[in-house]
């Protein structure tokens, strides 16, 4: 008897995968593909540093910048699969930009989604000179001069720019688009009343500081530093979900047991007071999803973007 318990238990041992026994087995390694110091990054090394606490293994970041997150995407596809690489992946990366240029990367075929980690805080500002204090006062001021109303953005085809282009199709207004090389730049334009509004992130701290109003918050949710600022689907818009948000994409071909454990890190790491007061100083607030349901809000954000692009006629130019 209990020579077979010993062989069954050992045969019980052998079925369950390898990698779900002993991973991780080495050092994990975060691929950011954006600069130092950015959103992205921040939030990364701050949810990642204290999952890989958790599993027990360092973790090595690893910026490889450029071409709107393209060059550190291709390079995490191109590696062998170790079950050790992952990839910081942002709403532009998966869900924009591929309907705008051809990317060297298949968002579904490519990648297997881990983990959703958080959402950047973003408003709707304007300059004070603009004659409205709420977001209904805007758009009727908006539609009694159209054109005559610009707003910033970090870009062109940006989600900043987005923003913009969601709230003047629900709206039915028609604002001039000014993109600028980085949200602090069209931040410093609005401040000095060169565009009239913003959908940033950059503007909090001026409407903070009573230099900028803040009309509405573009996250789900109320800011906690803003309570009289409301959501700009309270004020009836925003009736599709789309957010600047931020997760962890694994190559394809990663043991499924590893993304799991991975997954579950991430949520437990994000549960943690500390870490959630964390991303909220770092301008952001934790917004998870597992797996599936990562995958599920990757796919209708696509969908929604793609249509938001194609009726503004949005072109990289």
């Given at each position: 008897m209990r020579r077979r318990a010993f062989a069954a238990s050992a045969l019980a041992a052998i079925a369950?995968?390898?990698?779900?026994?002993?991973?991780?087995?080495?050092?994990?390694?975060?691929?950011?593909?954006?600069?130092?110091?950015?959103?992205?990054?921040?939030?990364?090394?701050?949810?990642?540093?204290?999952?890989?606490?958790?599993?027990?293994?360092?973790?090595?970041?690893?910026?490889?910048?450029?071409?709107?997150?393209?060059?550190?995407?291709?390079?995490?596809?191109?590696?062998?699969?170790?079950?050790?690489?992952?990839?910081?992946?942002?709403?532009?990366?998966?869900?924009?930009?591929?309907?705008?240029?051809?990317?060297?990367?298949?968002?579904?075929?490519?990648?297997?989604?881990?983990?959703?980690?958080?959402?950047?805080?973003?408003?709707f500002a304007i300059h004070p000179s603009v004659p409205a204090r709420t977001v209904a006062e805007f758009v009727a001021y908006a539609k009694?001069?159209?054109?005559?109303?610009?707003?910033?953005?970090?870009?062109l085809a940006t989600i900043?720019?987005?923003?913009?282009?969601?709230?003047?199709?629900?709206?039915?207004?028609?604002?001039?688009?000014?993109?600028?090389?980085?949200?602090?730049?069209?931040?410093?334009?609005?401040?000095?009343?060169?565009?009239?509004?913003?959908?940033?992130?950059?503007?909090?701290?001026?409407?903070?500081?009573?230099?900028?109003?803040?009309?509405?918050?573009?996250?789900?949710v109320r800011h906690p530093d803003f309570p009289d600022v409301p959501t700009l689907r309270e004020a009836g818009y925003r009736k599709e979900e789309g957010d600047s948000w931020f997760g962890i994409l694994a190559p394809a071909g990663t043991s499924p047991s590893v993304v799991a454990k991975l997954d579950n890190a991430i949520a437990e790491a994000l549960r943690s007071p500390d870490i959630i007061e964390k991303l909220h100083l770092g301008g952001c607030y934790v917004t998870y999803l597992n797996p599936p349901d990562f995958r599920s809000r990757i796919g209708a954000e696509t969908a929604m973007f793609g249509n938001i692009i194609q009726k503004g006629n949005i072109k990289l130019q």
């Open positions: 369950v995968p390898a990698a779900a026994q002993e991973w991780p087995t080495k050092p994990l390694r975060m691929v950011i593909p954006y600069p130092p110091g950015g959103p992205s990054d921040v939030s990364t090394r701050i949810v990642i540093d204290r999952v890989a606490q958790r599993l027990g293994q360092p973790v090595v970041f690893d910026n490889k910048a450029g071409a709107s997150g393209m060059i550190g995407a291709e390079f995490v596809k191109n590696q062998p699969v170790d079950s050790h690489t992952f990839l910081t992946t942002t709403t532009a990366m998966v869900c924009i930009t591929r309907h705008l240029q051809p990317i060297p990367f298949d968002p579904e075929k490519d990648f297997v989604p881990v983990s959703r980690m958080c959402t950047s805080w973003g408003i009694a001069n159209p054109g005559k109303l610009n707003f910033g953005s970090s870009g900043t720019h987005l923003f913009g282009e969601m709230l003047q199709l629900e709206a039915g207004i028609n604002l001039t688009h000014v993109p600028y090389r980085g949200s602090a730049p069209a931040t410093n334009a609005l401040l000095a009343g060169e565009v009239q509004a913003q959908f940033d992130q950059t503007c909090l701290p001026h409407v903070k500081a009573g230099k900028l109003i803040g009309l509405a918050m573009l996250s789900d």
